[in-house]
T-cell receptor
């Protein structure tokens, strides 16, 4: 069974640009979460999607957005990039049983974004 | 908002010594999970605790969930070099679905 796949793995952007990151969850996992990881702040929750709907949102500005497609693949977008957006962006999928989202998170390898 | 604090931030131990990391939440948790992230890798799930006062063991690792469901600990007995990495706790508040991660404890094991 393939794991969570994130693309691209590495990218470099300049301030003011925008970026789109992609995440393909484990087959059968309908919940996808995004986290930002930086050395100083640890793992910060961005948002979670389930059935193409954003279910939860962390405390990030509106420049950070996401969406989920009918095949559960998800994308996140960051517009008007700032230097502080440099980070490892991790996607994680979870299994959904019935109406409950439970269990462990399966993380992808991450997309490392550098903003110059 | 919900906060999950973890101490210590860093820990250096000699191989064979024990190691403990502590996790504290500002609010009551419905459950808590622990993850390990190796250097250069991604977080990998270790265990989930749900019940008040629950204790679970995985070989040399012992996980505890506090009676008030606001704190948790991970204890490693006789550390090995393979234990190197950052250990994160992640708590889910009551009525919430998303996980809030602790700040992590980076463990270095000196051979």
């Amino acid at each position: 069974k393939a794991g969570v796949t994130q693309t691209p793995r590495y990218l470099i952007k300049t301030r003011g640009q925008q970026v789109t990151l992609s995440c393909s969850p484990i087959s059968g996992h309908r919940s996808v979460s995004w986290y930002q990881q930086t050395p100083g702040q640890g793992l910060q929750f961005l948002f979670e999607y389930f059935s193409e709907t954003q279910r939860n949102k962390g405390n990030f500005p509106g420049r950070f957005s996401g969406r989920q497609f009918s095949n559960s693949r998800s994308e996140m977008n960051v517009s008007t990039l700032e230097l502080g957006d440099s980070a490892l962006y991790l996607c994680a999928s979870r299994l959904v049983t019935g109406a409950q989202i439970t269990g462990e998170l399966f993380f992808g390898e991450g997309s490392r974004l550098t903003v110059l | 908002g919900q906060q999950v604090m973890q101490i210590p931030q860093y820990q250096h131990v000699q191989e064979g010594e024990d190691f403990t990391t502590y996790c504290n939440s500002s609010t009551t948790l419905s459950n808590i999970q622990w993850y390990k992230q190796r250097p250069g890798g991604h977080p990998v799930f270790l265990i989930q605790l749900v019940k008040s006062g629950e204790v679970k063991k995985q070989k040399r690792l012992t996980f505890q969930f506090g009676e008030a469901k606001k704190n948790s600990s991970l204890h490693i007995t006789a550390t090995q070099t393979t234990d190197v990495g950052t250990y994160f706790c992640a708590g889910r508040g009551t009525g919430a679905n998303n996980l809030f991660f602790g700040t992590g404890t980076r463990l270095t094991v000196i051979p």
